[in-house]
């Protein structure tokens, strides 16, 4: 129990949610445009893995991890924009398609990591993110080594919260996603093209999701690995429920769940008499929870889910 309380654990353990919660948030973030506009991304879960995966190869082949983020953004709008075909254009059933796309996406990523890495028992390792330390601030007691000693896309995940926030409530793009997201019929007779703001907040919702699974593998493991994901676009399209479709709620929800993360890995480092399978689905039983508590209190977009046509 000491071990616990000390300094060091809870140091390690807040800069450890910190980084837990950044593909979260990237990928919420993402989802909360595309579901603003009316369109449940389910595919998320997929989309962040294909973005892990385009992350490494990426990174591999020009030896570059800011190109290797890059390639993994592209990724993501490429089963995004498959996605939005699917779903805005010929109207498939939502939560159907995204389905489709995780599928998709795991067959896709283990195939073709095969065929240009082989079969191989050493796991192919990339150029990845270091951690930034901040001139005066990454050595401050405590505060230093948890908040300002992170690698550039936590800060760029944060950054992107505020900017989020603005473009959703201060801009007129902002106020047609949010338009066609509620009353699509209105916005189609005000002149707004309601297709065309759902396919590109899904591509938006893409560029996202692959750019948090190339946090995974350029910014936290160094390597793909099949399945990496383990479930974390599901948790962030709870995070978006959970979050309100706001930001700054989401920002919140993907802290905790990252808290959640780092718990269970913290506290089966720390050895205390809890069975490890218990901590590892307690993030999972988290998400469940909050879901159960906050489902039926929210008030989503008036149209989610629910495909438009003229």
């Known amino acids: 129990m000491n071990d616990i309380m000390n300094a060091a654990f809870i140091v390690a353990l807040l800069s450890a949610a910190l980084r837990l919660s950044v593909p979260i948030l990237f990928a919420a973030l993402g989802g909360m445009f595309s579901e603003r506009s009316g369109v449940v991304n389910i595919g998320l879960e997929g989309i962040m893995l294909t973005g892990a995966f385009a992350g490494v190869v990426g990174s591999y082949f020009t030896g570059s991890q800011w190109l290797g983020a890059l390639v993994a953004m592209l990724s993501g709008i490429a089963l995004a924009a498959l996605f939005a075909l699917i779903t805005v254009k010929v109207q498939i059933n939502q939560i159907v398609s995204g389905i489709a796309i995780n599928l998709l996406a795991v067959g896709l990523t283990s195939f073709f990591f095969r ?36 690698t550039a896309l936590v800060y760029i995940a944060f ?13 007129s793009w902002g106020l047609s996603i949010r338009t ?9 007779t005000v002149g707004i093209p309601v297709n065309r703001v759902r396919t590109l ?73 809890i069975p490890y399978q218990f901590l590892l689905m307690f993030p999972y039983l988290l998400t469940v929870v909050a879901l159960t508590g906050i ?12 495909a438009y046509a003229k």
């Open 115 to 150: 065929a240009l890495f082989g079969i191989t028992t050493t796991p192919i390792t990339v150029n990845a993110f270091s951690p930034v330390s901040l001139p005066g601030l990454s050595t401050l007691p405590f505060v230093g080594e948890v908040l300002f000693s992170q």
């Open 201 to 273: 907040c899904v591509l938006a919702s893409g560029a996202l999701a692959g750019l948090g699974g190339a946090f995974l593998s350029l910014g936290q493991f160094n390597m793909f690995v099949d399945n990496m994901i383990s479930g974390r676009g599901f948790i962030a399209v709870a995070a978006v429920i959970f979050g309100r479709w706001n930001p700054k709620g989401i920002l919140i929800a993907s802290l905790i769940f990252g808290v959640a993360d780092a718990l269970q890995i913290r506290l089966q480092t720390a050895g205390i008499g």
């Open 159 to 171: 950054l992107l919260v505020p900017v989020s926030w603005f473009i959703l409530y201060k801009t």
């Open 295 to 306: 489902v039926g209190k929210t008030v989503a977009p008036k149209a989610l889910g629910k």
């Open 180 to 188: 066609v997201g509620e009353h699509p019929t209105a916005a189609d």
